[in-house]
């Protein structure tokens, strides 16, 4: 079953292409499951069938696992048994009729234009750090890119000429236009801070760290939290809050949902819809609190 698994994980990687923590992902459920099935006594997966699968999802469940992340355990691993019947490896999809878990989608948290304004106020250009987590914040909100996007970007994926970034997530490339305000940050960034922050001429790194190196996103996760806390915003903020915001404000402010999609990189316009929501109930809030009659 082991090769039968890193069989699957190439293909993953190199035919399909998935973003590595994407491809993480699948790996890891797709292990933990395995595993599951050596405690049981079962070392061939041509013997397993809808029950055992049915067991390792209640399994789940009663170690206490999120019915979201029961949901996406049961996608990776239709995902795998596809590929084995695909491949002539099963006779059988034992998945085929099994249902996935309904999960109650959660509306993600965003924040305010003002409260958006106070966060991004917080980085001070007056050291190095300064200049460079403002050059973070604004480009992020700016664009609505991840975090992960953000920490592999390179010196030359910013055209400050014509005002855009290349992004890249896994083998997809999208460009995303900047605005006057990020630009400039960002322009500030590189001209004050990071040439000094070097300590490798060869390191193509947009944001680095102190010890010059490639910025982490646990590195970034730490930077946000203390700007939170400096901010005292009592919302709960993530790496994702300022790309969700992003998405939601640009909404609330008339931009159409394929543009936001493309901006975002969703594949699929189901997963920008969410954000149509946040703003129906945005609309519901403000009627109730400002119609005499509500």
């Known amino acids: 079953m082991k090769e039968l698994v890193q069989q699957y994980i190439d293909y993953l990687e190199q035919v399909r292409k998935l973003a590595d923590n994407t491809l993480q992902s ?13 405690s049981i006594n079962l070392d061939r997966i041509e013997n397993t069938d809808k029950n055992i699968i049915i067991n390792y999802l209640l ?4 170690k206490g696992r999120a019915t979201s992340t029961i949901s996406r355990n049961l996608a990776s691993i239709r995902s795998f048994y596809h590929y084995l019947y695909v491949n002539g490896k099963i006779q059988t999809n034992p998945t085929l009729e099994l249902e996935s878990p309904k999960v109650e989608k959660k509306l993600p948290q965003i924040l305010s234009t003002q409260e958006v304004e106070l966060l991004l106020e917080q980085p001070k250009c007056v050291d190095l750090k300064g200049y460079r987590d403002k050059a973070m914040l604004e480009l992020l909100y700016a664009t609505g890119i991840r975090v992960s996007e953000l920490i592999n970007l390179d010196c030359g994926d910013v055209n400050f000429e014509l005002g855009f970034i290349r992004c890249r997530n ?21 001209l004050r801070a990071r040439k000094n922050m070097l300590k490798n001429s060869q390191e193509t790194a947009l944001f680095i760290n102190i010890n010059g190196k490639r910025l ?14 400096q901010a005292k915003i009592m919302k709960e903020i993530t790496p994702h809050t300022l790309r969700h915001s992003f998405a939601a404000h640009l909404l609330e402010n008339g931009a159409d ?10 594949s699929d316009i189901s997963s920008t819809q969410i954000y149509a929501q946040i703003a129906r109930n945005r609309i519901k809030e403000v009627y109730k609190k400002t119609h005499p009659r509500a």
């Open 26 to 38: 699948y790996k890891r459920d797709i292990e933990q499951y395995i595993a599951y099935l050596n």
């Open 59 to 62: 399994h789940l469940q009663k």
């Open 170 to 190: 896994g083998a997809k490339e999208r460009i995303i236009p900047i605005g006057s305000i990020a630009l400039k940050a960002l322009q500030e960034y590189i």
């Open 216 to 229: 982490t996103r646990q590195g970034f996760w730490k930077i946000i939290k203390q700007y939170k806390n």
């Open 257 to 266: 949902l394929r543009s936001i999609q493309e901006m975002l990189g969703h």
